[in-house]
């Protein structure tokens, strides 16, 4: 089968206490993707975002805009989460991208990291495990989702600062908990997460 695009898809911020979870995808056409496959063979492959110091992340992130590649992030609020648990708000950042991608499925070959799964109608899909760490599609794919979650919640930060999303990202922090202690839950926080405070 001759496929015309790769897409690599990944998420970020399925455990955090607070803030929505983002989805990255990456799409080259497909002969662009093994050109770059063997070309980045050495500084990418093996990359899982959240192994990449922030530092490193935001020079990835910088870098992917200048790649012949579309790359395209959504986001499922913890209200969404709330009402729908984590894995339907994943599944419908998902469908986001693809409805923004507006493509053929049978031109595509999709790359998925862990138990993600593409629309049902995308046939070509595979599901990797560890696939951030084996497919740089879907390395890149994770750079994007994690970046652009971790900026959202930095600007989110400036709203309800006395939480310090800034430094913990929404995670389940000594520092997080104490905070929701004192100050209890804000519009951000997914209550479905904490209901045992």
């Known amino acids: 089968m001759e496929y ?31 050109k ?35 790359s395209s992030v959504a986001f499922s609020s913890n209200k969404v989460i709330d009402t729908k648990g984590i894995v339907p708000a994943i599944n419908i950042a998902i469908e986001k991208i693809f409805t923004g991608f507006k493509l053929k499925p049978q031109e595509c ?49 400036k709203k309800y600062p006395e939480y310090n999303f800034e430094k913990h990202k929404g995670y389940g922090t000594k520092v997080h908990y104490e905070m929701i202690k004192e100050h209890g839950l804000c519009n951000i926080h997914r209550r479905s997460f904490l209901k045992k405070l």
Not at 20 to 27: E, F, K, M, R, Y
Not at 38 to 52: C, H, M, N, P
């Open 4 to 34: 015309k695009y790769v897409i690599g898809i990944d998420e970020a911020g399925r455990g955090p206490l607070a803030g929505p979870v983002s989805v990255g995808a990456v799409l080259f056409e497909y002969d662009e993707y093994e």
């Open 36 to 70: 770059f496959k063997k070309e980045s063979k050495d500084t990418l492959a093996g990359r899982d975002s959240k192994k990449l110091s922030e530092k490193k992340r935001e020079e990835w992130f910088e870098n992917i805009q200048k790649l012949p590649l579309k």
């Open 109 to 157: 070959l999709v790359l998925l990291d862990g138990n993600l799964k593409a629309p049902y109608e995308f046939e070509n899909q595979e599901t990797i495990i560890k696939g951030d760490e084996k497919e740089p599609v879907i390395s890149l794919a994770s750079i994007v989702a994690k970046v652009s979650r971790d900026r959202y919640i930095v600007k989110l930060a």
